[in-house]
């Protein structure tokens, strides 16, 4: 295939998950009836319905690990065929994220307890974002965008308690210290 032919192939993904979402009966926007670029109150409303968010940075980092574990193990590939995997692996998270049973499940955690899952402009925008980092990912050195990831998650860390390594972790168990510790937050 041509990098023009995994490109397309990386947009109907994207407009595959808009669609999918739709179905699944996510809004297309804030329910609130604007759209704001940026929401930073985590534990409200319009958190996963705006254009981005706190949670827009662990995206950014999806994209860094992408690149990295598909080149590593699929050194071969071409980088458009790498980057629409990537895209299909992100656009099937943001789908499997959206669904009740994971929505639910993360109404559990501290700091989503209100959680109704990310709306399709949100949703599409994570999956940019995730882009944004592969791109980051494949033109800065190594340590450059491992430098980005790891100042990102200490960033968000510090500024709301969560990031993606809490994320992963309170997916499978969250810890009561770490519950603790998110709750005294708000």
Known sequence: MTARAWL???????????????????????????????????LSSGNSQHLSDWYSFSHIIHGVIFYALL???FPRMPLFARFAFAV????????LENTPMVIEHYREQALAQGYVGDSILNSVSDTLMMVGGFILAWRL??????????????FVMYMIRDGLALNIVGFVYTPEFIASWQSSAQ
């Open 141 to 154: 050195p190594a340590w450059a965008s491992v430098a980005l990831c790891i100042l990102l998650e200490v």
């Open 71 to 73: 080149t590593y193990f």
């Open 8 to 42: 397309l192939l990386g947009a109907l993904f994207i407009v595959a998950q808009a669609g999918i979402l739709y179905l699944l009966g996510q809004p297309a926007t804030c329910e609130c009836g604007f759209v704001k670029v940026w929401e930073s109150a985590v």
């Open 88 to 95: 299909g692996i992100e656009v099937a998270w943001e789908i």
